[in-house]
């Protein structure tokens, strides 16, 4: 058997291999007996027909056919093992040619390899934005809507009010004309199509007060709902802005909302005082005044934003790394991440009340279409994965049981008395895996941070990109959105 190993430039690699014409006879022999176990030849036997009866009456091509796949498996693991590469996934017969002799063609997609450079030497300034006080006013402003009065009302819809309401939403084919806010439960719409649903909920609460229109569904629609009593139906058209704060399926477009008003609330908000804080932080040792509750509230702020602007920080510091990498992937492997990203947005899909089919009627897309439109994002993502991978091999991270350990405690620790009964959960293997992935991810985006800012620890300088071992990685890390 002679062997020849090309490697390609998609990061595949080519199998040439050149047989004697006894193996494919013998090849022949085997598929031949084969194929008489499931065939009944007059005269014979099942099973015991001669070689060139078969030939005869099942045809050479049939013969030939199966003799390929039986020898194909063989020779191309032959050819696998000798060339001591890693296949990412299964390789394929690219061709066969039975004369003057047998050659198979073989192509394989390879495992992806990263090589970082000089990574340690990457560097970016840090800092963090302070907290300013119409974040702290805005939080105490939660806490009293946490802590409010809320009862029926029998009043219509007014500002202020908490409403529970039915919402279907769909766009408008735009050869209609626009229509008008109507108050007739039972207005006859004859452009209603299911076909171009874009959002379909049940008892949705939301909360109308003036100036804030973070939450509406679309710009305008606390104002089309004022005056709506409980049991009242509700359609009218909206225009999406044509805006990057919209999903591009509905950006610019117009949509008609049909709204059910199920339920109306008055909210009576507590006032700002000590007797205000010390209600929220009751169950503390010490209750707290209103200035102590800012001021907590202020340092609670300020420790996320710390961690945003850290997280923020690590994902541009790890794209400066991805820059200065080389990585190499087959396309087999993109096209598995773009099933994956596609799974994960019909899921998404379906919390909204919606389908990807449905996504795609509306978009007026084809899959193909759509997965040119996440390709992109899904390389980019692998990248930062696979970069990701390659710096926590060759930092020597690692996680050890007793880490898992305590960080089950720790989440355990937030369930209270309830927290044993649900040890069992996270006692698996399945559990203790996720939480290790978990941390190991978390690790080496702090080993990124303090990379770039130049605050790497004394015990950590020996580490070697070239001598590190792998020690551990990340599962499924060309999934991660780091």
């Known amino acids: 058997m002679n062997i020849q190993t090309e490697r390609l430039e998609n990061h595949t690699a080519r199998f040439t291999v050149e047989l004697d014409i006894e193996q494919l006879e013998r090849a022949k022999q085997t598929a031949a007996r084969k194929l008489a176990q499931r065939v009944s030849i007059p005269g014979f036997r099942k099973g015991k027909a001669p070689y060139r009866v078969l030939v005869n ?53 390879l495992q992806p390899e990263v090589h970082l450079g000089d990574y340690r030497s990457v560097r970016l300034d ?37 409403v529970t309401i039915d919402l279907h939403a769909e766009l408008v084919d735009e050869t209609a004309e626009a229509g008008e806010v109507t108050t007739d439960p039972h207005a006859h719409d004859p452009h209603r199509s299911d076909e171009n649903v874009i959002l379909h909920q049940h008892d949705t609460v939301i909360m109308l007060r003036e100036g804030d229109d973070m939450d509406e569904p679309a710009p305008g629609f606390q104002q089309a709902l004022l005056g709506a009593n409980v049991g009242e139906e509700r359609v009218f058209d909206l225009t999406y802005p044509d805006t990057d704060d919209y999903d591009e399926e509905i950006r610019g477009k117009r949509a008609r909302f049909y709204v059910t008003v199920k339920k109306i609330e008055t909210v009576t908000l507590p006032t700002l005082n000590d007797d205000f804080a010390a209600r929220v932080t009751q169950d503390e040792e010490k209750p707290l005044t209103l200035l102590e509750l800012r001021m907590r509230v202020r340092e609670n702020l300020q420790k996320a934003a710390e961690q945003r602007a850290k997280t923020d920080y690590a994902r541009r510091v790890l794209d400066m790394m991805v820059e200065g990498a080389k990585i190499a992937f087959p396309e087999a492997l993109v096209e598995d991440e773009l099933d994956r990203h596609l799974r994960r947005f019909d899921s998404d899909l379906r919390q909204r009340g919606l389908t990807l089919n449905d996504f795609l009627r509306i978009s007026g897309k084809s899959l193909d279409d759509v997965r040119a439109d996440f390709r992109d994002t899904v390389v980019n993502n692998l990248k930062r994965g696979l970069v990701l991978r390659e710096v926590l091999r060759a930092e020597a991270i690692q996680v050890s049981d007793e880490a898992v350990s305590e960080e089950v405690d720790r989440i355990l620790a937030q369930f209270g008395e309830s927290a044993e009964g649900l040890r069992s959960l996270f006692d698996t293997p399945q559990m203790r895996g996720s939480i290790e992935n978990d941390l190991l991810e978390q690790r080496v985006l702090d080993r990124i941070v303090m990379i770039a800012r130049g605050e790497l620890p004394e015990e950590a300088q020996a580490a070697g990109v070239s001598e590190a071992e792998p020690n551990a990685e990340i599962e499924s890390t060309p999934e991660s959105e780091a």
């Open 126 to 162: 840090f800092s963090v934005p302070a907290v300013k006080d119409e974040e702290v006013n805005q939080y105490m402003q939660m806490l009293q809507q946490q802590h409010a009065l809320v009862e029926e009302s029998r009043q219509p819809v007014a500002m202020g009010n908490q």
């Open 57 to 109: 009456y099942l045809g050479e091509a049939a013969i030939l056919e199966d003799a390929i796949e039986i020898l194909g498996k063989e020779v191309y693991k032959e050819a696998l093992d000798q060339s001591g590469l890693e296949p990412y996934g299964p390789g394929e017969i690219e061709d066969f040619k039975a004369d003057p002799q047998p050659v198979f063609t073989f192509v394989v997609p």
